[in-house]
């Protein structure tokens, strides 16, 4: 079965408070509740065609809000991202945060209540694993004894068996800190310093988890993080493995905790940070006590330096998936520069054994919605899709190029723009995983936690209708085959001049089976197409079609299809193909078996 993943965010996918201050407290604009991800809800994802769910920024991070009272207090607001904290800089790594509890006292029984509902639902649990780097403040409440950084060696900035790297040389350095200009929330006072990193005996600073070694960060800079060392030196690319490292066991244990309450895998953080060798270990470690997924985000390249440099480092190293980075900026390039050859290419180039293994997406936390406006000429991470409409166009190329997983983030199935100032997220077209927020259009389909979309639009209701569509196509044999097959070349006006220009198609089959997969898209910029696509013979041949074929749509903008589009001999399909017509910015999908 292909893997349908979906995130979710517990901060704000049963929050229906539509305050939305900037800046606003927990009390002011509320937080989901581990409690509010009911059997509906869950009932609801299963009916998305939703396989596993990764349950993103469970783990406690460093906030600004007070727990005083079950002794959790705020952290320095020198070293937190937005009042509530990013979801990145775990404070405490066998916890979780009180956020999400109807009582934060039983905050853990509460989350542990939830894995049982998603168990009893059907769904596989992932949750972040966040291997580079914690928060400056990290000192572990509920596991006081896995304290990392307990036992280091602080006089030495590099050291196998120590889980951090200290800045000694010179020594009493005194950790400079910056708050970033555009962050002003009320109440809240800065002075640039950490007490814990303040260069007195014992407490020298940490490098940053963006690998900066100074003692001045700066407020670009993943400043509320501290890096942790797996025996691998970043800034000289040196390694020690033997004895084995510290951290390596240190992480195993936290894996092992997680696996003990249920959790199936992990999302694993910034992957290409991480050495080889560590992974082996961990995953090894980790498929030894159950079975485990474990998914990398990881953006490599070779000549980094980092310990990583392919996405083949991490298959070998045990990964089920990586993303698919690649194809995502292509896609982005299409909308911006107009390169659909640059789209195509990166499809081709990918190697077959690689494409099981690619996770696709159109949205995630660190993505522009879908929806969020295009913006040209400055990269793939500054711009959106326009609207939200894009999904039926270019859901429908990601999800089915390979067998590899692909990734549903809670809200762009009914369209969330990410839209408006927030505080520390500010306005980028994505939805903050820093401050307490909503999602006003994705609270219209919670609908008081009954999860059943009676707020949406009719057009709303139609987008998440296509991705339950689009998710059950993701089901087809010919999508978990190991066949693809580029069409551009063959489906061309140049060559066909019934074939219309702006189409884009390319077929899916598992070698021998008899059938085959072909998703069309139509990139005519604004309006529809009509014409012809024809299978190549070599093509027809590679997947065994019999001499007589039928040709049905089983997927179009409407949803899911079963309509017969052509009975043709196989040197018919060759010759004269069969008849399409894709509205605007839509793709269709059809079976030809």
Same mark, same amino acid.
């Given at each position: 079965?292909?893997?349908?993943?979906?995130?979710?965010?517990?901060?704000?996918?049963?929050? #229906?408070?539509?305050?939305?201050?900037?800046?606003?407290?927990?009390?002011?604009?509320?937080?989901?509740?581990?409690?509010?991800?009911?059997?509906?809800?869950?009932?609801?994802?299963?009916?998305?065609?939703?396989?596993?769910?990764?349950?993103?920024?469970?783990?406690?991070?460093?906030?600004?809000?007070?727990?005083?009272?079950?002794?959790?207090?705020?952290?320095?607001?020198?070293?937190?991202?937005?009042?509530?904290?990013?979801?990145?800089?775990?404070?405490?790594?066998?916890?979780?945060?009180?956020?999400?509890?109807?009582?934060?006292?039983?905050?853990?029984?509460?989350?542990?209540?939830?894995?049982?509902?998603?168990?009893?639902?059907?769904?596989?649990?992932?949750?972040?694993?966040?291997?580079?780097?914690?928060?400056?403040?990290?000192?572990?409440?509920?596991?006081?004894?896995?304290?990392?950084?307990?036992?280091?060696?602080?006089?030495?900035?590099?050291?196998?068996?120590?889980?951090?790297?200290?800045?000694?040389?010179?020594?009493?350095?005194?950790?400079?800190?910056?708050?970033?200009?555009?962050?002003?929330?009320?109440?809240?006072?800065?002075?640039?310093?950490?007490?814990?990193?303040?260069?007195?005996?014992?407490?020298?600073?940490?490098?940053?988890?963006?690998?900066?070694?100074?003692?001045?960060?700066?407020? =670009?800079?993943?400043?509320?993080?501290?890096?942790?060392?797996?025996?691998?030196?970043?800034?000289?690319?040196?390694?020690?493995?033997?004895?084995?490292?510290?951290?390596?066991?240190?992480?195993?244990?936290?894996?092992?905790?997680?696996?003990?309450?249920?959790?199936?895998?992990?999302?694993?953080?910034?992957?290409?940070?991480?050495?080889?060798?560590?992974?082996?270990?961990?995953?090894?470690?980790?498929?030894?006590?159950?079975?485990?997924?474990?998914?990398?985000?990881?953006?490599?390249?070779?000549?980094?330096?980092?310990?990583?440099?392919?996405?083949?480092?991490?298959?070998?190293?045990?990964?089920?998936?990586?993303?698919?980075?690649?194809?995502?900026?292509?896609?982005?390039?299409?909308? #911006?520069?107009?390169?659909?050859?640059?789209?195509?290419?990166?499809?081709?180039?990918?190697?077959?054994?690689?494409?099981?293994?690619?996770?696709?997406?159109?949205?995630?936390?660190?993505?522009?919605?879908?929806?969020?406006?295009?913006?040209?000429?400055?990269?793939?991470?500054?711009?959106?899709?326009?609207?939200?409409?894009?999904?039926?166009?270019?859901?429908?190329?990601?999800?089915?190029?390979?067998?590899?997983?692909?990734?549903?983030? =809670?809200?762009?199935?009914?369209?969330?723009?990410?839209?408006?100032?927030?505080?520390?997220?500010?306005?980028?077209?994505? #939805?903050?995983?820093?401050?307490?927020?909503?999602?006003?259009?994705?609270?219209?389909?919670? =609908?008081?936690?009954?999860?059943?979309?009676?707020?949406?639009?009719?057009?709303?209701?139609?987008?998440?209708?296509?991705?339950?569509?689009?998710?059950?196509?993701?089901?087809?044999?010919?999508?978990?085959?190991?066949?693809?097959?580029?069409?551009?070349?063959?489906?061309?006006?140049?060559?066909?001049?019934?074939?219309?220009?702006?189409?884009?198609?390319?077929?899916?089959?598992?070698?021998?089976?008899?059938?085959?997969?072909?998703?069309?898209?139509?990139?005519?910029?604004?309006?529809?197409?009509?014409?012809?696509?024809?299978?190549?013979?070599?093509?027809?041949?590679?997947?065994?079609?019999?001499?007589?074929?039928?040709?049905?749509?089983?997927?179009?903008?409407?949803?899911?299809?079963?309509?017969?589009?052509?009975?043709?001999?196989?040197?018919?399909?060759?010759?004269?193909?069969?008849?399409?017509?894709?509205?605007?910015?839509?793709?269709?999908?059809?079976?030809?078996?």
């Amino acid at each position: 079965m292909k893997a349908v993943i979906y995130q979710l965010v517990v901060r704000y996918f049963s929050n #229906t408070n539509l305050t939305n201050q900037i800046n606003g407290s927990l009390q002011t604009n509320g937080c989901g509740k581990f409690d509010d991800i009911n059997d509906s809800a869950l009932s609801a994802l299963v009916s998305l065609g939703v396989t596993h769910v990764w349950l993103t920024g469970v783990l406690r991070q460093a906030t600004l809000t007070d727990y005083s009272e079950i002794g959790l207090p705020a952290d320095d607001p020198d070293i937190v991202k937005g009042l509530a904290g990013s979801f990145y800089a775990v404070r405490d790594y066998y916890d979780v945060c009180p956020d999400y509890a109807s009582k934060p006292a039983n905050r853990m029984q509460e989350f542990e209540a939830l894995l049982q509902r998603m168990q009893n639902a059907g769904l596989k649990i992932l949750i972040d694993l966040i291997p580079n780097h914690v928060s400056r403040g990290y000192d572990s409440i509920a596991h006081p004894a896995e304290n990392l950084g307990a036992g280091d060696d602080k006089s030495k900035f590099f050291d196998s068996q120590n889980n951090f790297f200290y800045l000694v040389e010179p020594p009493h350095q005194v950790l400079h800190l910056k708050k970033p200009k555009g962050w002003n929330p009320a109440g809240v006072k800065f002075d640039g310093r950490f007490s814990q990193e303040d260069g007195s005996e014992g407490h020298p600073p940490k490098a940053t988890g963006n690998n900066v070694v100074s003692a001045s960060v700066s407020e =670009n800079d993943w400043y509320e993080t501290v890096k942790l060392n797996y025996g691998f030196n970043f800034t000289n690319g040196d390694w020690n493995y033997s004895p084995q490292p510290k951290t390596w066991s240190d992480v195993d244990k936290i894996l092992a905790y997680w696996q003990g309450k249920g959790v199936d895998g992990f999302r694993c953080d910034f992957a290409h940070y991480i050495p080889k060798e560590a992974w082996t270990f961990l995953i090894g470690q980790a498929r030894q006590r159950r079975a485990a997924y474990f998914l990398a985000e990881s953006y490599p390249y070779s000549g980094s330096g980092d310990p990583i440099q392919s996405q083949q480092d991490l298959i070998d190293a045990g990964f089920d998936a990586v993303y698919f980075y690649q194809s995502y900026n292509a896609l982005k390039g299409i909308y #911006t520069d107009g390169d659909l050859d640059g789209f195509d290419q990166e499809l081709l180039s990918q190697p077959a054994e690689m494409r099981a293994h690619l996770a696709s997406y159109l949205e995630n936390h660190d993505e522009r919605r879908v929806a969020s406006p295009v913006i040209r000429n400055q990269g793939p991470g500054a711009s959106g899709f326009g609207t939200a409409d894009a999904g039926y166009q270019l859901a429908p190329l990601q999800f089915l190029y390979a067998s590899g997983p692909v990734l549903l983030f =809670n809200g762009q199935e009914v369209g969330e723009p990410g839209a408006g100032p927030t505080g520390f997220g500010g306005d980028n077209g994505r #939805t903050t995983i820093y401050d307490y927020w909503t999602m006003p259009e994705f609270t219209k389909w919670v =609908n008081g936690w009954h999860y059943d979309g009676a707020g949406l639009s009719g057009s709303q209701l139609a987008l998440r209708s296509f991705y339950a569509a689009l998710n059950r196509v993701c089901q087809q044999p010919a999508v978990s085959g190991d066949g693809f097959w580029g069409l551009r070349y063959f489906n061309n006006p140049a060559r066909f001049s019934d074939c219309p220009a702006g189409l884009y198609s390319y077929a899916r089959f598992e070698t021998g089976a008899g059938e085959l997969l072909i998703v069309a898209a139509n990139f005519q910029d604004g309006g529809g197409i009509k014409g012809m696509i024809r299978v190549p013979s070599e093509l027809s041949a590679a997947a065994k079609l019999s001499t007589r074929v039928e040709v049905r749509m089983i997927l179009a903008r409407s949803g899911s299809a079963n309509e017969l589009v052509a009975t043709l001999s196989l040197d018919a399909l060759t010759t004269d193909g069969f008849g399409i017509s894709i509205e605007n910015q839509a793709s269709q999908v059809y079976l030809i078996s």
